[in-house]
Antibody, heavy 122, light 110 residues
Framework: QVQLLQSGAEVKKPGASVKVSCKAS????????ISWVRQAPGQGLEWMGWISAYNGNTKYAQKLQGRVTMTTDTSTSTAYMELRSLRSDDTAVYYC???????????????WGQGTLVTVSS | QSVLTQPPSASGTPGQRVTISCSGS????????VYWYQQLPGAAPKLLIY???QRPSGVPDRFSGSRSGTSASLAISGLRSEDEADYYC???????????FGGGTKLTVL
């Protein structure tokens, strides 16, 4: 069965960086993409970006451009999302989600990780 | 302010049919498929409808989606208590080159 297992909760100070992992199992990792979606406390969903596990191509939300990097390690079927220069409004639950298209970004996320809470506080 | 507009809340009694709307523009709903997600309290979102009106396997046929012009809607018939959740619509926006979500609708089963 398809599973996306994310790394544990993080507490960071403003200005620091965080790297969240998402280990995939139960499917051919390189045949899909991975999107990252975050949800601030009590708020809605915000798409952060997408990476193709097939060729490493990325597409980031413009508001995060320059602060976010998404990568994959195909040898371990793991996707990573690094967010730098953290601010208090980056406090959120971060989700990875499988995207059925390996070369095209769509809002089609058929499996989700359990979420990783990142708290940014001084 | 979300690019896609949803009512913040909706409600219904068991057995009723409820509809949740999602309003957008020509650059998103008007030219791309709409997706719907259900988020139960404390859980990750779950894909409910893809390509505007298709149900993934395992999603009951009580859930249906439609799209017309720059709006879309999610209908839930035979409402059950376990349908109480937040519902989000999503689409690709050609102008912004991003995935956009609605602000979410909290469904209460009375």
């Amino acid at each position: 069965q398809v599973q996306l297992l994310q790394s544990g909760a993080e507490v960071k100070k403003p200005g620091a960086s965080v790297k969240v992992s998402c280990k995939a199992s139960g499917y051919t990792f390189t045949s899909y993409g991975i999107s990252w979606v975050r949800q601030a406390p009590g708020q809605g969903l915000e798409w952060m970006g997408w990476i193709s596990a097939y060729n490493g191509n990325t597409k980031y939300a413009q508001k995060l451009q320059g602060r976010v990097t998404m990568t994959t390690d195909t040898s371990t079927s793991t996707a990573y999302m690094e967010l730098r220069s953290l601010r208090s409004d980056d406090t959120a639950v971060y989700y990875c989600a499988r995207a059925p298209h390996m070369t095209t970004v769509t809002p089609n996320f058929d499996y989700w990780g359990q979420g990783t809470l990142v708290t940014v506080s001084s | 302010q979300s690019v896609l507009t949803q009512p913040p809340s909706a409600s219904g009694t068991p057995g009723q049919r409820v509809t949740i709307s999602c309003s957008g523009s020509r650059s998103n709903i008007g030219s791309n498929y709409v997706y719907w997600y259900q988020q139960l309290p404390g859980a990750a979102p779950k894909l409910l409808i893809y390509r505007s009106n298709q149900r993934p396997s395992g999603v009951p046929d009580r859930f249906s989606g439609s799209r017309s012009g720059t709006s879309a809607s999610l209908a839930i018939s035979g409402l059950r208590s376990e349908d109480e959740a937040d519902y989000y619509c999503a689409a690709w926006d050609d102008s912004l080159s991003v995935v956009v979500f609605g602000g979410g609708t909290k469904l209460t089963v009375l």
